[in-house]
């Protein structure tokens, strides 16, 4: 129930609350795959304090290119990611659990509802 003691109700065709088709309610979708190696790869390079430049030069590819597999810019192919993992002396197996373990809290996070937050019904036409 909401503060004021009505429920919620959420059109599920158009994902929007209300009789009064009020503002759309955004989706939280899953982070993409190549953000979460991009957050992994950049945190060990972090916690071993070295450059862009320097891990880009010992796996072969331009520093630009590899921030922006940092920044989930770019989908770095299995070779590339393997390549990167190497020059960080990540095992690749490594980097895959630490990523499913950020997109299984991720998961979690966005379905807790907070105490306070309305209850939504969700009613099928």
Known sequence: M?????SVVIDIRTRR?????GPE????????LRNVYGEILRDERLDQD??????????????????EVERGRKEPSSEMLHSVCDALGLPIEHLLTR???RITASRRIATHRPAG?????????
């Open 2 to 6: 909401a503060a004021s003691g009505r």
């Open 17 to 21: 609350a209300g009789k009064e088709r």
């Open 25 to 32: 309610i955004p989706d939280d979708p899953d982070p993409l």
């Open 50 to 67: 070295r450059t862009l430049d320097d891990v880009a030069r010992t796996v072969g590819m331009s520093k630009q290119y590899l921030s």
């Open 99 to 101: 990523a499913v373990r």
């Open 117 to 125: 937050t309305p209850r939504v019904e969700l009613l099928a036409a």
